[in-house]
């Protein structure tokens, strides 16, 4: 079920079905309460490791699902953009508590949420909406969108992502692309502030500039005035919070093992250390970015900007915050900068983007030329 297809009033709330993924996901974490101690141990023989890794990763990600099948049960009961606010900040919840599981281990994890902001940004902003934008224009041919809320989105993505992961290679206090103190403070409540009020702006006063346009508007027309949340039933609104909750919490407890296994792996083979942000990434955004496709191939193209913008926008400004924090706390190092040939793809990405979302309609065009970008960051990965 998804927003475009509300419950019907006669359907009960309560599905069996619904407790599927929930039930598996608290079975594995009762496994690995009960046994992970000894699997962790055995992480050297390839085929435990693997298969551990393998079956936390399926989990996470099928729990994923339970999760936004619950935000998006709320948000048909809060109405837009408040309904796919709730669903962004689930998933961006999941993805600060799976940095902050490997932060805290034993490894080296200096440039770890350097790493996984950036796969997300790549992620979203060049394979998703590549991917989708390509979909869209082959079945579509042209896609209208809110300009309005693209623009804002953009807006603050830019200034966070230039302060979080190019401004630190660029101050003289350090020479690592890390930040001191008062720098780590001082960013972090900007960097909230900038994002709290864009949640004010995008739940209040201009909640119209991030709903679908007029089928009828290519410029300067307003868009419609959001749809009417539906009204719930008793407790209805309590059931959806109680289960997003019994979603949330297996992952969270599970994203420590999986932490250590990760962690193990890379450290084992030898592989790069951004390839952890990017499987974090990959972990967290892929129920997300299949609702954003799946809205893009129903020609809604508003709604999936707001959940890919909304996406990168999230991660930046709760992400930073989080691991700045943990660092602070726990004297661990936290570098943000990028090296030098990722800034330049960053900075191609956001320039690229804001090109992408200047006009009223969108082409496969855009698309292809968004893939074409991931494509240079999958090989920059092992091949800086």
Same mark, same amino acid.
């Given at each position: 079920?998804?927003?475009?297809?509300?419950?019907?009033?006669?359907?009960?709330?309560?599905?069996?079905?619904?407790?599927?993924?929930?039930?598996?996901?608290?079975?594995?974490?009762?496994?690995?309460?009960?046994?992970?101690?000894?699997?962790?141990?055995?992480?050297?023989?390839?085929?435990?490791?693997?298969?551990?890794?393998?079956?936390?990763?399926?989990?996470?990600?099928?729990?994923?699902?339970?999760?936004?099948?619950?935000?998006?049960?709320?948000?048909?009961?809060?109405?837009?953009?408040?309904? !796919?606010?709730?669903?962004? &900040?689930? /998933? +961006? %919840?999941?993805? *600060? #508590?799976?940095?902050?599981?490997?932060?805290? $281990?034993?490894?080296?994890?200096?440039?770890?949420?350097?790493? !996984?902001?950036?796969?997300? &940004?790549? /992620? +979203? %902003?060049?394979? *998703? #909406?590549?991917?989708?934008?390509?979909?869209? $224009?082959?079945?579509?041919?042209?896609?209208?969108?809110?300009?309005?809320?693209?623009?804002?989105?953009?807006? +603050?993505?830019?200034?966070?992502?230039?302060?979080?992961?190019?401004?630190?290679?660029?101050?003289?206090?350090?020479?690592?692309?890390?930040?001191?103190?008062?720098?780590?403070?001082?960013?972090?409540?900007?960097?909230?502030?900038?994002?709290?009020?864009?949640?004010?702006?995008?739940?209040?006063?201009?909640?119209?500039?991030?709903?679908?346009?007029?089928?009828?508007?290519?410029?300067?027309?307003?868009?419609?005035?959001?749809?009417?949340?539906?009204?719930?039933?008793?407790?209805?609104?309590?059931?959806?919070?109680?289960?997003?909750?019994?979603?949330?919490?297996?992952?969270?407890?599970?994203?420590?093992?999986?932490?250590?296994?990760?962690?193990?792996?890379?450290?084992?083979?030898?592989?790069?250390?951004?390839?952890?942000?990017?499987?974090?990434?990959?972990?967290?955004?892929?129920?997300?970015?299949?609702?954003?496709?799946?809205?893009?191939?129903?020609?809604?193209?508003?709604?999936?900007?707001?959940?890919?913008?909304?996406?990168?926008?999230?991660?930046?400004?709760?992400?930073?915050?989080?691991?700045?924090?943990?660092?602070?706390?726990?004297?661990?190092?936290?570098?943000?900068?990028?090296?030098?040939?990722?800034?330049?793809?960053?900075?191609?990405?956001?320039?690229?983007?804001?090109?992408?979302?200047?006009?009223?309609?969108?082409?496969?065009?855009?698309?292809?030329?968004?893939?074409?970008?991931?494509?240079?960051?999958?090989?920059?990965?092992?091949?800086?």
């Amino acid at each position: 079920m998804t927003l475009d297809s509300p419950r019907p009033e006669g359907q009960p709330m309560f599905n069996p079905r619904m407790l599927i993924r929930p039930a598996a996901a608290w079975a594995t974490v009762a496994l690995f309460l009960i046994f992970g101690s000894d699997w962790m141990a055995h992480l050297s023989r390839h085929e435990i490791g693997l298969s551990l890794f393998a079956w936390l990763f399926f989990v996470i990600v099928w729990g994923s699902f339970g999760v936004v099948h619950e935000a998006e049960e709320l948000a048909g009961l809060l109405g837009e953009p408040v309904g !796919t606010l709730v669903l962004t &900040l689930s /998933i +961006v %919840l999941i993805e *600060v #508590v799976l940095i902050s599981a490997v932060m805290l $281990g034993a490894g080296d994890t200096a440039t770890l949420a350097r790493d !996984t902001m950036f796969a997300v &940004l790549m /992620i +979203v %902003l060049n394979g *998703v #909406v590549g991917l989708g934008l390509l979909i869209g $224009g082959i079945r579509h041919h042209e896609q209208a969108y809110n300009l309005h809320g693209a623009s804002a989105f953009l807006a +603050v993505i830019i200034p966070l992502a230039t302060i979080a992961l190019v401004l630190p290679n660029f101050t003289t206090s350090t020479s690592d692309g890390s930040l001191t103190a008062v720098q780590a403070v001082a960013f972090s409540l900007l960097t909230i502030g900038l994002y709290g009020l864009f949640l004010w702006l995008q739940t209040g006063r201009h909640k119209g500039y991030f709903v679908e346009p007029r089928s009828d508007s290519d410029e300067n027309i307003p868009a419609d005035p959001p749809a009417p949340p539906r009204r719930p039933r008793k407790g209805e609104m309590l059931f959806h919070l109680l289960m997003l909750l019994i979603n949330i919490l297996p992952i969270v407890i599970l994203s420590k093992s999986l932490a250590k296994v990760l962690d193990y792996g890379i450290a084992a083979t030898g592989a790069p250390h951004s390839l952890g942000g990017i499987i974090i990434a990959m972990l967290v955004f892929t129920p997300e970015g299949i609702s954003a496709l799946i809205a893009i191939r129903r020609d809604q193209l508003t709604r999936a900007i707001n959940l890919c913008l909304g996406g990168a926008a999230s991660t930046v400004g709760l992400t930073v915050p989080a691991v700045l924090a943990i660092g602070l706390f726990t004297g661990k190092p936290v570098v943000l900068g990028l090296p030098a040939a990722s800034i330049v793809l960053l900075t191609s990405t956001l320039v690229l983007s804001t090109l992408t979302f200047s006009g009223w309609r969108t082409t496969m065009l855009e698309g292809a030329v968004h893939l074409s970008m991931f494509v240079v960051f999958l090989v920059l990965v092992f091949s800086p």
